[in-house]
Nanobody, 125 residues
Framework: QVQLVESGGGLVQPGGSLRLSCAAS????????MRWYRQVPGKQRELVAV???????NYVDSVKGRFAISRDNAKNTVYLQMSSLKPEDTAVYYC???????????????????WGQGTQVTVSS
């Protein structure tokens, strides 16, 4: 009943920029906290940035000053603006959200960390 679809990944040179988007669709009643994670093969998924419904943000230390998370509540979309990219930022980036939606019976269901499918970001010269 709900989908999170990421876009905007790709190949970029060190020092470059990318903007990731994650759009939520479906029978959504409420989007609370929204998050970006990243994962490198063989390593645990890492929380990169979070934005609350009120717009408060927080970042992992390694991206502070380089990444910016934002959201457009009218579009049910969260963004991650990534600048001054480094090779160590290479990963699959996933968005996740705390969502309340109506299931097929019309009953509200709340899910924490509803995941998108991920988008690959590669930083390389």
């Amino acid at each position: 009943q709900v989908q999170l679809v990421e876009s905007g990944g790709g190949l970029v040179q060190p020092g470059g920029s990318l903007r990731l988007s994650c759009a939520a669709s479906g029978r959504i009643l409420n989007l609370s906290d929204m998050r970006w994670y990243r994962q490198v093969p063989g390593k645990q998924r890492e929380l990169v940035a979070v934005i609350t419904s009120g717009g408060s943000t927080n970042y992992v230390d390694s991206v502070k000053g380089r990444f910016a998370i934002s959201r457009d509540n009218a579009k049910n979309t969260v963004y991650l603006q990534m600048s001054s990219l480094k090779p160590e930022d290479t990963a699959v980036y996933y968005c996740a959200a705390d969502i309340t939606y109506n299931d097929f019976t019309g009953t509200p269901v709340s899910v924490k960390d509803y995941w998108g499918q991920g988008t690959q970001v590669t930083v390389s010269s």
